[in-house]
């Protein structure tokens, strides 16, 4: 079993930064990678960002790279996500999770959070 807790979303105007954390427990060993993901009401999730616990291998979708950087803390079984010059069009719940397959897309993923509200403003 693996717990996986989201903080620090919230609102901010369009061109603010925030920071994400997803802090995991339990048989997060059993995990290869973690990844990001959103979802707004009426579409389906999408991928943002997964990052491997061991190399640091980095995975972006085209909609946020050179604007999101993934991070990880493996001493502290922490994953993070530094969203700058937010949009918009970033206004979404986000998720993370617990990878065992392909990155990018939500059937890669076995374990999640409950999710953190992020509203961008224009």
């Known amino acids: 079993q693996v717990q996986l807790v989201e903080s620090g979303g919230g609102l901010v105007q369009a061109g603010g930064s925030l920071r994400l954390s997803c802090a995991a427990s339990?048989?997060?060993?059993?995990?290869?990678?973690m990844g990001w993901f959103r979802q707004v009401p009426g579409k389906e999730r999408e991928f943002v960002a997964a990052?491997?616990?061991?190399?640091?291998?980095?995975y972006y979708a085209d909609s946020v790279k050179g604007r999101f950087t993934i991070s990880r803390d493996n001493a502290k079984n922490t994953v993070y996500l530094q969203m700058n010059s937010l949009k918009p069009e970033d206004t979404a719940v986000y998720y993370c999770?617990?990878?065992?397959?392909?990155?990018?897309?939500?059937?890669?993923?076995?374990?999640w959070g409950q999710g953190t509200q992020v509203t961008v403003s224009s």
């Open positions: 999770a617990t990878n065992r397959g392909s990155i990018v897309v939500v059937e890669g993923y076995d374990y």
């Open positions: 339990g048989r997060t060993f059993s995990r290869d990678a």
């Open positions: 990052i491997t616990w061991s190399a640091g291998s980095t």
